[in-house]
């Protein structure tokens, strides 16, 4: 093999056989409901950037002849979910880890999903897992709750996945649908507050705040853009631009809205507040979306505070994982880059939901992204299979042309093979 030639291969097969012995305890999708997990809950303060691959591969473990699961799914939201079931519709195996960190954890309803409307998020996931089991206990399992995949190693045609239990098996490709965090202002009262009156997406919470009093707070040319998508639902809108405007503030603004300021502030009678905002304070103690008020305090003008229902901002994202980074998965800004397939940079790894490149984020994004990426594995691995099975003799008998399957066979090859060198070329610096 022509990766064995690398330094950084060398590197690999000095190191300890550590994983070889241990196992992953496996369950059925609902064996251990969220609400009580206190006893498989530890501390995932782990951080799976921290894996440091030189420490976990063997020579052994290089090309195994059988793989524990057809494809391991990392993430146990919506785009997880879906790609569970998808698999086990054709009959594919996969394993699901599920460190539980949804980027939803605090809303209260999701919304904009057919059938599910107003549903619980925790009571939809329940749901889901509940189907998943009944139907298809003999394809779609479950890592032990709260478990987080600290490690992902290329083999020959396949990977090896490490979590942080100990626990490691094989699998023919691998779907990361391990989503985005939010990054909130580090202000009192925004931490709480997220999912729960404030929100940055329209379509999944904005119909609550209909005809009630709304802020929108973000630099002015963005806030300009937010207000104008929720003018629909209520025109008792005021912007807080976190701070006086500057030129280039304005000029980014005329530059996409112009008459901005005629427009917004006279025909709209849209307020614009050029201070920051310093803290934000929940006014009522029950937690109905239709009990929303807050204080958000400014740090200057009058009227202040403000007094609104519901606040729309604009906040950057992150991975939620670091798997893309020991993968070195090729990165568009801030997500991690797909082919049409959601396939990445590294062959065999499929990237959906919120954490791919499609800037599209919400659960009909990553329940239809792990569809696709399902059936691009499902068919690469039936087309894989079917040249494995297809010895030269069968071409003969059945009239075949020997050296068509001789050369398919090795452009199957070649390929598998460039994208793992490509892989250990990235590693070995
Ligand atoms: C406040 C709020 C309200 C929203 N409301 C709606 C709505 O009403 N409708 C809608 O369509 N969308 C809504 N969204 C967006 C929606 O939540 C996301 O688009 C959706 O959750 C993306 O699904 P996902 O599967 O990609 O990621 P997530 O749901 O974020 O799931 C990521 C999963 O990956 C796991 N994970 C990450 N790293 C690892 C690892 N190393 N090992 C194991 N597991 C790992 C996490 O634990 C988690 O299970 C909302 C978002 C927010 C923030």
């Known amino acids: 093999m022509v990766f064995f030639n690398f330094p950084f291969w060398r590197l690999c097969l000095l190191s300890l056989p550590l994983a070889s012995s241990l196992t992953v305890p496996q369950q059925p999708l609902t064996a251990a409901s969220e609400e009580n997990i206190s006893e498989v809950t530890q501390d995932l303060a782990k951080d799976d950037s921290a894996f440091n691959i030189t420490d976990y591969t063997s020579p052994d473990e290089w090309n195994p002849t059988k793989f524990d699961y057809d494809v391991v799914i990392v993430g146990g939201g919506p785009g997880g979910l879906a790609a569970s079931m998808s698999l086990a519709r054709v009959a594919r195996t996969s394993l699901l880890y599920d460190s539980q960190e949804y980027r939803n954890e605090q809303t209260r309803y999701m919304h904009d999903v057919l059938g599910q409307d107003g549903q619980v998020p925790l009571k939809f996931r329940t749901a889901v897992r509940q189907q998943i089991d009944e139907l298809y206990p003999d394809y779609s399992f479950w890592a032990t709750r709260k478990t987080k995949v600290m490690g992902i190693i290329p083999l020959e045609k396949g990977f090896r996945v490490y979590d942080d239990r100990g626990g490691t098996v094989t699998a023919k490709r691998i779907i990361l649908a391990t989503g985005v965090k939010d990054v909130l202002p580090n202000k009192p009262g925004f931490a709480e507050s997220f999912g729960r009156g404030v929100f940055w997406c329209p379509w999944c919470d904005g119909h609550d705040y209909k005809n009630r009093k709304m802020v929108v707070y973000g630099k002015l040319a963005s806030a300009i853009g937010s207000a104008l998508n929720i003018r629909k639902l209520t025109t008792d809108i005021t912007i807080v631009t976190g701070g006086p405007i500057s030129k280039e503030d304005k000029d980014e603004a005329e530059a996409r809205w112009p008459g901005w300021e005629t427009v917004i502030k006279k025909t709209f009678n849209i307020p614009i507040r050029e201070n920051d905002i310093t803290k934000v304070e929940r006014t009522t103690t029950n937690m109905e979306p239709k009990d929303d008020e807050y204080k958000v305090h400014l740090n200057g003008g009058t009227p202040n505070p403000l007094i609104t229902n519901g606040m729309l901002i604009s906040v ?34 499929y990237v959906v939901g919120d954490a791919n490149n499609d800037s599209s984020t919400n659960a009909y994004h990553a329940m239809w992204s792990a569809k696709r990426a399902c059936v691009d594995a499902h068919v690469s691995m039936s087309k894989q299979e079917y040249l494995d099975a297809v010895p030269e003799a069968m071409a003969a008998a059945a009239g075949g042309d020997k050296e068509f399957y001789r050369l398919q066979l090795e452009e199957l090859e070649l390929q598998i093979g460039s994208d793992v060198e490509q892989m250990y070329q990235a590693l070995g610096g």
Do not use: A, I
């Open 316 to 349: 950057p994202t992150t991975q939620t994982s670091s798997l893309h980074k020991q993968l070195r998965l090729e990165m568009d800004g801030k997500s991690v880059k797909v082919k049409k397939n959601m396939e990445s940079s590294v062959g065999g790894v």
